[in-house]
């Protein structure tokens, strides 16, 4: 079970650098969590701006506060089930590195679920299954109340020809 950090007791810099904290959502019944210090904001559904000749799942880009933001489906990304979008559907936008590159991106969710504090030492790795299943995305995997998490490592989610690409899409 993890532990919780409660905020009422004097807690040690040992203590705190023990634990990561992570915002997590749900793709259908799955939940799924990001690390919360790369959130830059959850957003409910909004129409976004299509982009020709991007993959599928590039919904499109979003002008947020000046900035042009690419949109991308989760769901379609890992490869899961389409689904209508409804009111419970947000966006979140993530601060992204690869190398020493930093991009920002919207990842499309059925919706956000709680912030999850995390043990460190709890993280377990994800099973290997093989060449044929593709878990670069997986940083790890923790057991909740709740059932598992999939904790997902952001900065992995596309590779540099597909950053690249986006970056163009939001110049």
């Known amino acids: 079970m993890s532990e919780f950090l409660n905020i009422n007791e004097k807690v040690s810099s040992e203590t705190v650098a023990r634990h990561l904290q992570y915002l997590t959502f749900l793709l259908g019944e799955d939940i799924y969590g990001v690390d919360i210090l790369r959130v830059q904001e959850v957003r409910g559904w909004t129409k976004v701006r299509k982009i020709p000749n991007t993959p599928e799942y590039v919904k499109g880009v979003l002008d947020l506060r000046g900035t042009i933001v690419p949109i991308l489906d989760l769901r379609m990304r890992l490869s899961l089930d389409k689904v209508e979008y409804s009111p419970i559907t947000v966006v979140i936008v993530l601060a992204i590195?690869?190398?020493?590159?930093?991009?920002?991106?919207?990842?499309?969710?059925?919706?956000?679920?709680?912030?999850l504090d995390v043990v460190k030492s709890e993280i377990k790795q994800s099973p290997d299954f093989g060449s044929k299943v593709e878990t670069k995305f997986v940083e790890g995997m923790v057991m909740t109340e709740s059932g598992m998490v999939v904790l997902m490592d952001i900065d992995k989610m596309l590779n540099p020809e597909e950053l690249s690409a986006l970056k163009h899409i939001a110049d």
């Not at 590195?97 to 912030?115: A, R």
């Open 97 to 115: 590195e690869v190398g020493e590159n930093k991009y920002t991106i919207g990842v499309v969710v059925d919706t956000v679920s709680d912030v």
